[in-house]
């Protein structure tokens, strides 16, 4: 069973950063694809950034120049830098990974962008 653990959301200022953690079990992390999606209240679920097993990468245009998905196998963990914030970037934002065609979640951090 795939574990996933987030971490390092919190209120920042506009304009500020933050870099979001997810740390996954060990036994799979390597062989998943890996991403982050965000759920602002009222509204879907939607990808904020997305990173292979062989490190291709892919953001939608809201967030692509500001934010940067990257992944430490030695550390079995996946990031997400988020720099140049806006209120609109105010949501929960959630960890999943995709191993043997299963999507596994983590519990999500809260990512507040206010002045």
């Known amino acids: 069973q795939v574990q996933l653990v987030e971490s390092g959301g919190g209120l920042v200022q506009p304009g500020g950063s933050l870099r979001l953690s997810c740390a996954a079990s060990?036994?799979?992390?390597?062989?998943?694809?890996m991403a982050w999606y965000r759920q602002a209240p009222g509204k879907e679920r939607e990808l904020v950034a997305s990173?292979?097993?062989?490190?291709?990468?892919n953001y939608p245009d809201s967030v692509k120049g500001r934010f940067t998905i990257s992944r430490a196998g030695t550390r079995n963990t996946v990031y997400l830098q988020m720099n140049s914030l806006k209120p609109e970037d105010t949501a929960v934002y959630y960890c999943?990974?995709?191993?043997?065609?299963?999507?596994?979640w983590g519990q999500g951090t809260q990512v507040t962008v206010s002045s």
């Open positions: 990173i292979t097993r062989g490190a291709g990468t």
């Open positions: 999943k990974a995709d191993f043997g065609g299963t999507s596994y």
């Open positions: 060990g036994t799979v992390f390597s062989s998943s694809n």
